[in-house]
């Protein structure tokens, strides 16, 4: 197995740029594993391919302002911040630039975006990590809602006028750096619709981290080292999964965060509640325990997200099914089109 083999190559103009209005009304590929069809469908007609009794699964982690700009104390040297994960309190690790110049003790004026650029508030680099990782203490959580700003992906060069449309309807418990972009096709109105027709719905909590931004650079995939994201499934969810599987209905991951959480929560062919550090990186040749179905958008070539989804649609047909995607001008990425794997 070799990186190349998740290679692929797209059209700058089909990286979409603005998310589609509604969000339901994306086009949806839909890929038969058994059979190795696939159809061109619009979002909202999922419902066609779910039945009563089967649980779809939610990521509802909330995407934060984690990108903080400013000044190095004492210089006109500009600096980011990228906030990937809290440590403890107001302690997190985080991406900076220019992260050479950022050394253990090194002070920084926080930009206030609503005070002319103005900054009060410092934050201060304490410790490095590998990978080019700070950890940075800030002086209050509070700041983050201030001063903070949501970190689109770096291929979105359009602001967005509105940023809720860079969270999921269901968004609730803050962490994330960056939205579970699957979930941002449902609607209220979808959700029940799923609901009337008897589909079950659960939702677990997975903060996205740092390989969201980070592309696979060994040769091997297998040396990759991916970072930890941290998870929680109730034991309500874990029950509830446990009855679906067991009344032979299908479980249904909306978005490869949620696979590897309910992946890494299966034991023995069962559900278990989970609260922790996620580690699991899933590559082609990976048994999958627990899902049979799967909701994801188009990912970026040699990403993380793209071998999870190869690996469980297989390499060779996922790729097909990109070809066929740029073919018929699919929109790719956080705010393109969708595709399900059944």
């Known amino acids: 197995m070799k990186i190349s083999d998740f290679d692929y190559n797209l059209p700058d103009t089909l990286i979409a740029q603005v998310p589609i209005e509604p969000r339901d009304h994306s086009r949806l590929m839909v890929l038969h594993r058994d059979s190795h069809t696939i159809e061109h ?6 419902v066609d391919y779910l039945e009563k009794g089967d649980i ?3 990521n509802n982690s909330r995407v934060i302002p984690a990108r903080l700009r400013g000044w190095k104390h004492g210089t006109v040297t500009q600096v980011e911040l990228l906030l990937l994960r809290r440590l403890d309190d107001n302690l997190w690790e985080a991406l900076a630039r220019p992260g050479k110049k950022l050394s253990a003790g090194t002070q920084v004026i926080l930009e206030d975006p609503s005070d002319k650029g103005k900054g009060t508030v410092m934050a201060e680099v304490v410790g490095d990590k590998e990978g080019g990782i700070k950890i940075v203490r800030l002086p209050e959580d509070a700041c983050l809602s201030r001063l903070g700003r949501v970190p689109l992906p770096p291929y979105i060069r359009v602001p967005l006028t509105d ?5 999921t309807v269901y968004a ?14 449902f609607t209220p109105r979808l959700l029940d619709t799923l609901e009337n027709k008897g589909v079950k719905s659960a939702f677990v909590t997975l903060h996205i981290g740092l390989d969201t931004f980070r592309p696979v650079r060994a040769e091997d995939p297998k040396q990759h080292h991916i970072h930890t994201e941290y998870g929680e499934l109730s034991e309500e969810v874990a029950s ?15 978005g490869t965060s949620t696979v590897r959480l309910l992946e890494a929560a299966t034991h023995d062919g069962e559900v278990r509640p989970y609260a922790g550090q996620i580690r699991l990186f899933i590559l082609p040749g990976y048994r999958f325990k627990i899902i049979d179905a799967m909701v994801t958008n188009f990912h970026l070539p040699k990403s993380t997200t793209l071998m999870l989804a190869a690996a469980f649609a297989s390499r060779d047909f996922l790729l097909s099914a990109y070809n066929e995607a740029i073919t018929q001008h699919y929109r790719f990425y956080s ?3 969708a595709m399900l794997i059944l």
Request: hydrophobic share 45%.
């Open 335 to 337: 705010f393109g089109d």
């Open 56 to 58: 779809i699964v939610f």
């Open 172 to 185: 609730k418990v803050n962490g994330s750096v960056a939205a579970p972009t699957a979930g941002l096709h």
């Open 240 to 254: 509830l999964i446990n009855r679906t599987k067991n009344m032979g209905r299908r479980v249904v991951a909306v």
């Open 41 to 46: 469908r619009h979002f909202f007609e999922i």
């Open 163 to 167: 940023l809720n449309r860079y969270q």
